[in-house]
């Protein structure tokens, strides 16, 4: 069974700061995976989507990289600012047609 | 502007009723799907819709119906059979030209809590 999870849980950096969130997965063979942000009582938002041959995407200040042998994914974000607080999530499709898995999520607060 | 609706924001139910959750796009996306979002939880999935008039059980159908009689219209009714109810319910929807590698949509929930 596919299980994600993310660390931090939690984490609060200065505004200006480069910064890493971690998402793994248990099983290797996924199809893709997508990363989402999502705002205090909001739904979703997409940021990213890697598709399994891919090793990265990248949006602006946003770069996702896909390591499927080891079974990870990071979302790397420039030069933080105080509107990028919120949690994101990171969430793996099990196959072609399949649904996704998502992680817990990663609360994130940029201090101004 | 094309998206996701669902309504109402906040719900809430009595001991032993039903309720319905409503969920509309007009995204003329095929696939429909509702999840369920716990406090320092990832989504789970409670069911899916592939096509109109098709529907599949997700992770955690027990106590859920739905149905698809439209494209647009994909509504979730948390029965009393759902005995732990209190959460926050969401609404995606994706193409499925390229099944799998189109991204889900998301609409921006609804807060269910038992009075």
């Known amino acids: 069974k596919q299980e994600v999870t993310q660390i931090p849980a939690a984490l609060s950096v200065p505004e200006g700061e480069n910064l890493v969130l971690n998402c793994s997965f248990t099983d290797s063979a996924i199809y893709n995976l997508q990363w989402f942000r999502q705002d205090p009582g909001k739904g979703l938002t997409s940021l990213l989507l890697i598709q399994s041959s891919q090793r990265e995407q990248t949006s602006g200040r946003l770069n996702a990289s896909l390591d499927k042998s080891s079974g990870r994914s990071t979302l790397y974000i420039a030069a933080s600012q105080p509107g990028d607080s919120a949690t994101y999530l990171c969430a793996v499709r099990r196959g072609y047609g399949q649904n996704f898995v998502f992680g817990p999520g990663t609360r994130l607060s940029v201090l101004p | 502007d094309g998206g996701i609706t669902q309504s109402p924001k906040y719900l809430f139910r009595k001991e032993g009723q039903n309720v319905t959750l409503s969920c509309e796009q007009n995204?003329?996306?095929?696939?429909m799907y509702w999840y369920r979002q716990d406090p320092g939880q990832g989504l789970r999935l409670i069911y899916y819709s592939q096509i109109v008039n098709d529907f599949q059980k997700g992770d955690i159908a027990e106590g859920y119906s739905v149905s698809r009689e439209k494209k647009e219209s994909f509504p979730l009714t948390v029965t009393s059979a759902q005995k732990n109810p209190t959460a926050f319910y969401l609404c995606?929807?994706?193409?499925?030209?390229?099944?799998?590698?189109?991204?889900?949509?998301f609409g921006d929930g609804t807060r269910l809590s038992i009075l």
């Open positions: 995606a929807s994706s193409s499925r030209q390229g099944v799998g590698n189109q991204p889900q949509h």
């Open positions: 995204l003329n996306h095929d696939a």
